[in-house]
């Protein structure tokens, strides 16, 4: 039973270890900093935060969601900073899960979760797009965007002594490798579906550049662990005590925690073992990004890609994701020299195609069936995250979800029909919450006095307890007069959770 233990674990983790490699260095590149810092996430990713996860099937590593805010950061505070950025980031991640926080991560709103995944992908395409052709990314999202025309025009115009154009067949090749192999994965034997097509993608890409000597940039790998930690200097926690700095240091935690909480909710679906420890995991997140802000490492979160790899490739407990992170400790140490044949230019295509993905058109559809509210906020919210940043636009995008929340709560409707003489329907539809009590108020002291009325409470989402005393208030007053009220008081108690039905009916009493 062991025996089939390690083996069945072990062919997973090196599944899942041949996804994570190109896509650690990957998103390390389209964060603008060195490969080397990818890889070593991917190590904290499996071997620490493994080993203490609350989701055991989970993956965790660098992720595509973190890469626009880390190329922010390096953009404006430097490497140094970054370091003890995330090193507080860590910390604040580790202090939420200790308060038991990570269930509340499971309120955020579809629509804005959506809307932030859609607005990385396209984020991540438009500056990709640029890497692949051996170009440098633009200063922003919308830039980047703008400019693909002329960066489409470098890769198909030749211009002697420039590596455009031969990045960008590069790029093409690993865009052609990856697509052609996922459209296949249905047609082929199980064991050889197994197959990462990112890996296989760059691996082609690989093999021909380095076969044919092609003049166009390479992944730069330093030759040892001991250089690629980098520790931070004791200047650089200053920055600490700048709100720009300690901003971004709760946007990463924030949006980190989402990310994995997300995701370990996601993986739960996918199989039938036992549920995440939303807290656990948190905590572990925590102590992964703590951990890698010392050493120099990249921001970590749980990844969808490589657990549902993970999955598929029949893992079962957490040992397959720490040897994943074993496998990826001794590619460093092993054969680095093979890590510096991979072309920039194919790791940025593998990204490009990963961006393209994250837009999901199927989210849109049902969001757009769902309420042309949500659709809407889900179009603000990718488009302030395109035309701003990461940050301002989930502010943007949760504070129209609150706002629509309050307009939901603020609404209620009320139709009254007259069924027979003496005889009247009323439909409440909404929320009755003291917001609307007015209007409430004013509908029911409306109708006859003497009148049967039948209140009807089957599209009531909400009672508060204002509204609740109302109804029995205006019961009581009706009941001298002949009125009766066809209710029940346990349904109307039970939408407004904590309510106490009258000991006895008003009509009763008054019969």
């Known amino acids: 039973m062991k025996a089939q233990l390690i083996a069945r674990e072990g062919l997973a983790s090196v599944v899942v270890f041949l996804v994570a490699l190109p896509l650690c260095m990957g998103i390390a590149v389209a964060s603008g900093v060195p490969p080397a810092m990818g890889l070593i996430s991917g190590i904290v990713g499996g071997l620490v935060v493994g080993f203490l996860a609350g989701a055991p099937l989970q993956v965790s590593g660098p992720a595509a969601g973190l890469a626009v805010i880390v190329y922010e950061i390096v953009q404006t505070h430097g490497l140094g900073t970054l370091s003890v950025i995330l090193l507080a980031a860590g910390l604040i991640q580790l202090g939420a899960g200790a308060l038991r926080l990570g269930q509340w991560f499971r309120a955020v709103a579809p629509a804005v979760i959506h809307a932030m995944l859609a607005g990385i992908g396209i984020l991540i395409f438009a500056s990709q797009f640029h890497v692949m052709v051996d170009d440098v990314p633009k200063a922003s999202g919308l830039a980047n965007l703008f400019t693909i025309p002329s960066a489409v025009l470098k890769g198909l115009t030749p211009v002697e002594g420039s590596p455009h154009h031969i990045a960008a067949a590069i790029g093409l090749l690993t865009l052609g490798v990856q697509i052609g192999w996922n459209l296949l994965k249905g047609r082929l034997p199980s064991w050889l579906s197994l197959v990462p097509a990112p890996l296989l993608a760059v691996g082609a890409a690989t093999v021909v550049a380095y076969t044919q000597g092609l003049p166009i940039a390479y992944v730069q790998v330093p030759d040892g662990l001991s250089e690629m930690i980098r520790l931070p200097a004791l200047g650089d926690f200053g920055a600490l005590l700048q709100p720009a700095v300690l901003g971004s240091a709760f946007a990463v935690a924030a949006v980190a925690s989402a990310e994995s909480l997300l995701c370990a909710a996601a993986v739960d679906k996918l199989h039938d073992g036992t549920p995440s420890d939303l807290d656990r995991e948190l905590r572990a997140q925590g102590i992964g990004n703590t951990l890698l802000g010392i050493l120099g490492g990249l921001p970590l979160t749980g990844v969808i890609v490589r657990s549902s790899a993970n999955i598929a490739a029949g893992a079962k407990t957490r040992w397959s994701a720490i040897l994943h992170g074993l496998w990826l400790f001794l590619a460093i140490v092993a054969v680095p020299d093979m890590l510096r044949a991979i072309p920039v230019s194919a790791l940025a295509a ?157 009509t009763e009493a008054a019969a």
């Open 350 to 506: 593998a990204l490009v195609y990963i961006g393209y993905k994250l837009v999901n058109v199927e989210a849109m559809r049902q969001l757009w069936r769902r309420g042309r509210s949500e659709a809407l906020i889900y179009g603000v919210t990718v488009t302030a995250i395109v035309s701003t940043n990461l940050l301002e636009g989930l502010m943007i995008g949760l504070g129209l979800s609150v706002a629509h929340l309050a307009w939901k709560a603020s609404r209620l409707e009320v139709e009254v029909r007259p069924l027979e003489p003496g005889v009247i329907e009323v439909d409440l539809r909404g929320a009755a919450t003291f917001v609307v009590l007015p209007r409430l108020a004013k509908a029911l002291e409306a109708l006859d006095p003497k009148a049967e009325v039948h209140l009807h409470l089957e599209h009531l989402a909400y009672v508060d307890h204002a509204c609740f005393e109302l109804i029995r208030d205006w019961e009581r007053q009706r009941a001298p007069q002949g009125g009766q009220l066809v209710l029940e008081w346990e349904e109307l108690a039970a939408r407004g959770k904590g309510l106490s039905t009258p000991r006895r009916a008003p």
